[in-house]
């Protein structure tokens, strides 16, 4: 558990006293935080909860509004598949529209736990390559929303719900693995820092069990923490890879306040290394400061004394040139990417890329992947998410192709692959597990 992170309420359903197994990861968590305000509650009251205390409103992200730490709020999964007319969820949307719909399904146990990330368009009954950004379909592993980092591009700070059954949902991510044997890879969690709750909540090492059960399934962590004592002993048997997103040393420190540093990320990465743990990095998400090339290139330097399975490149994204304003101090921007930002707000205006345009992002990646190559020749090294236009530009550059490149995170890139043995489009077969 992250020490110097208080919460100044953890709200706890009383449904938990149901199941010894989560009870026990509860009392873990509420004993880390003593100081807390305890806010027991019953799952039939969770509506009232909601609107009382407002906690399903929709967040502006952090560098608008800091609202200090975030409160925790355990309950439990229910395992049931997405229903868009579930009536609970309609109920407390009627009472208050503006409440965030992601948020409220967290809050009653509906969130689907292994919710499917399309990376694609379904098309005749195949899911095919398309949309304006290129990423894998998977089924993706969510117990949590949100963490307590408070980097100022992202929105889930104010509170962090989280299932604590874990010992259920792990029954449960055996039979996911078993009807989805396309899949050797999982993700968890593309929502929150799964580190943040260990090891008091015990997710990680139950997902490792639950990879060793089979020949060929791995998980990824994708993390920003330090956390990783916990990890040094676990039997992992390398079936546990750590991905790190990575920021410059003032990237880290000016906007993702309570994340750990550059350094404090590499060292971490050293450590896992050393532990036998499979490591990858993304730069991601790079945000050009002005003196962006000396930032990156030490940042280059020290993570490549690592051993690393691969490595992925990607700008800020999701938010147009005023949001990018509001978020960062300007005066530690890049002014003439920031000018180039500027003159292409209408362009970028639709695109997932945004806010820099096609010129900019590619000098940065080019810049990225020459410094990258100075020093490693070999390591693979892949664009996330970005769009298929940036891919048929430095395809070439970077020897990966949008069908066949390894990544990050993505459902069929296990360790040491130099690129993917299936077509992550046409092989994807997906089948649900829901109660």
């Known amino acids: 558990m992250y020490e110097s992170f208080s919460p100044p309420r953890i709200y706890v359903c009383n449904d938990i006293a149901t199941d010894p197994d989560a009870q026990t990861?509860?009392?873990?968590?509420?004993?880390?935080?003593?100081?807390?305000?305890?806010?027991?509650?019953?799952?039939?009251?969770?509506?009232?909860?909601?609107?009382?205390?407002?906690?399903?409103?929709?967040?502006?992200?952090?560098?608008?509004?800091?609202?200090?730490?975030?409160?925790?709020?355990?309950?439990?999964?229910?395992?049931?598949?997405?229903?868009?007319?579930?009536e609970e969820v309609q109920a407390i949307l009627a009472r208050n529209p503006a409440v965030d719909r992601r948020m409220v399904l967290f809050l009653l146990g509906l969130y689907p736990w292994h919710g499917v990330w399309l990376g694609g368009l379904k098309h005749e009954g195949r899911i095919t390559m398309g949309g304006d950004m290129v990423c894998r379909p998977a089924w993706r592993l969510n117990t949590m929303l949100g963490c307590p980092h408070h980097c100022v591009y992202c929105a889930f700070g104010e509170l962090i719900p989280m299932y604590v059954n874990m010992g259920a949902y792990c029954e449960r991510l055996v039979n996911l693995m078993a009807a989805n044997p396309w899949q050797q890879t999982y993700l968890y969690d593309d929502a929150a820092e799964a580190l943040f709750p260990e090891p008091a909540l015990g997710a990680i090492e139950g997902m490792i069990e639950c990879c060793k059960q089979f020949p060929d399934r791995h998980l990824v962590i994708h993390t920003k923490s330090a956390n990783v004592d916990f990890l040094r002993d676990l039997d992992h048997q390398g079936r546990c890879t750590m991905t790190w997103s990575l920021t410059s040393s003032l990237q880290s420190r000016e906007a993702e306040p309570f994340s750990a540093t550059m350094e404090e990320r590499v060292e971490a990465a050293r450590k896992c290394a050393s532990w036998g743990y499979p490591v990858r990095i993304k730069f991601k998400p790079i945000v050009p400061f002005a003196g962006w090339r000396e930032h990156a290139r030490e940042m280059i330097r020290q993570i490549l004394s690592v051993k690393l399975d691969n490595i992925s490149l990607f700008t800020i994204a999701w938010m147009d040139v005023d949001d990018l304003k509001t978020c960062f101090p300007v005066e530690l921007l890049d002014q003439g990417f920031l000018k180039a930002a500027e003159d292409a707000k209408e362009e970028m205006k639709t695109r997932s890329v945004k806010p820099y345009p096609h010129h900019v992002r590619a000098e940065i990646y080019r810049f990225y992947i020459q410094e990258i190559r100075a020093i490693n020749p070999d390591v693979p090294i892949t664009l996330c998410t970005e769009a298929p236009d940036m891919w048929e530009e430095l395809a070439p550059l970077v020897g990966q192709k949008p069908r066949d490149f390894v990544c990050g995170c993505g459902p069929m890139t296990s360790p040491g692959l130099g690129c993917l043995r299936a077509d992550p489009w046409r092989d994807v077969k997906p089948v649900s597990v829901w109660d």
């Open 25 to 86: 990861r509860a009392d873990r968590i509420l004993a880390a935080y003593p100081d807390s305000e305890i806010v027991p509650f019953d799952r039939e009251g969770v509506g009232d909860l909601i609107l009382r205390h407002g906690l399903g409103d929709k967040r502006p992200r952090m560098g608008i509004r800091d609202v200090g730490p975030p409160s925790l709020f355990l309950t439990l999964a229910q395992f049931t598949g997405p229903d868009e007319n579930n």
